[in-house]
């Protein structure tokens, strides 16, 4: 079995999002802005918490890990994706495959985890204030940050160890722009319905218990802050909206494509670019807009920035 995975399928074909020049061209320039701005707007919440004082605090360091993320996964399959759209031949590698796979999961385990921390972050503020600084000392960010990232690799190297030795012999066209697997399992040549079912239960199961643990978390903050402050639930509220629409942003296109029972090919296509572009470039949107502390540490970090050329 290994001389026929090592000799027989060396590439992958992607068959992309459409044939049609116009909106291969559509396509084109709204990827193209969308994953620069991804960058961008990651990049900048990054530099803004490292940089201010100010915001040296327990929810903007998850918040600039959570950027950190954002910028490794919409890089994983985008420009490559950004790339191929006017090539005619969209091949990539069996090990480049293989590593957008491992990457795409690691990363994604590692934000579900990171989700979560924030949620106990939020409820330690919102629910216990005056023991917010003692529970999430350095020490616990630092340990909740290393939790992510370990449990993000290792549900990435469970996943793949059902499928990298499996034996691919032809036909090798992925029908997306990026490899994922429930498309991979499906080239091999064996019957992988049993694996199939695996492996899509699997990140299913995980995303879903997820998403059900941070709506109960939230649920759960509203209803303690509605019981001891009827006047701070709006501000609770105010507070974990952006929180919940990232998590919507981030589950929603997951559990339709690991989750769903039916096929939805050509949905699942259209889906992967939540994932993949739409949200890394919302997530910064969401937390600044609704933050008057990031905007203003924005705005010092520009003027900073603005001087320092002045003088120089």
């Not at 793949?160 to 032809?170: E, K, M, R």
Request: hydrophobic fraction near 55%.
């Amino acid at each position: 079995m290994d001389e026929v995975n090592r000799s027989i399928v060396a590439e992958f074909v992607f068959l992309g999002l459409s044939d049609s020049w116009e909106i291969q061209l559509l396509l084109f320039l709204f990827s193209s802005v969308v994953y620069v701005a991804s960058i961008l707007g990651n990049l900048l919440i990054l530099l803004t918490v490292i940089f201010d004082p100010h915001l040296h605090s327990p929810m903007y360091f998850l918040l600039a890990n959570l950027s950190l993320i954002d910028i490794g996964g919409c890089s994983i399959a985008a420009p490559k994706m950004i790339c191929d759209l006017f090539r005619n031949h969209k091949v990539i590698s069996f090990g480049g495959c293989v590593a957008q796979i491992f990457f795409t999961h690691a990363l994604g385990g590692a934000e579900m985890v990171l989700l979560i921390a924030m949620a106990f972050d939020r409820y330690i503020a919102i629910c216990k204030p005056l023991h917010y600084l003692t529970i999430m000392n350095p020490r616990m960010c630092i340990l909740l940050l290393m939790v992510s990232w370990i449990i993000g690799f290792m549900h990435s190297m469970m996943q793949l160890a059902f499928v990298v030795n499996l034996p691919f012999c032809g036909p090798n066209k992925v029908d997306s722009f990026y490899c994922d697997f429930p498309r991979f399992i499906k080239l091999a040549c064996m019957d992988t319905y049993r694996l199939e079912f695996l492996v899509t239960a699997n990140s299913g199961f995980i995303s879903m218990g997820t998403f059900c643990i941070l709506i109960i978390s939230y649920i759960f903050i509203l209803v303690t802050v509605r019981k001891h402050s009827s006047g701070g639930l709006s501000k609770a509220l105010s507070t974990l909206s952006a929180h919940i629409t990232v998590v919507i942003f981030f589950f929603g296109p997951c559990i339709i494509v690991y989750v769903w029972p039916f096929p939805t090919l050509p949905i699942d296509k259209f889906l992967a670019i939540f994932d993949v572009l739409i949200t890394p470039f919302m997530n910064p949107i969401i937390y600044t807009f609704r933050n008057k502390e990031m905007k203003v540490a924005m705005r010092k970090l520009f003027s900073n920035i603005m001087s320092s050329r002045k003088f120089s």
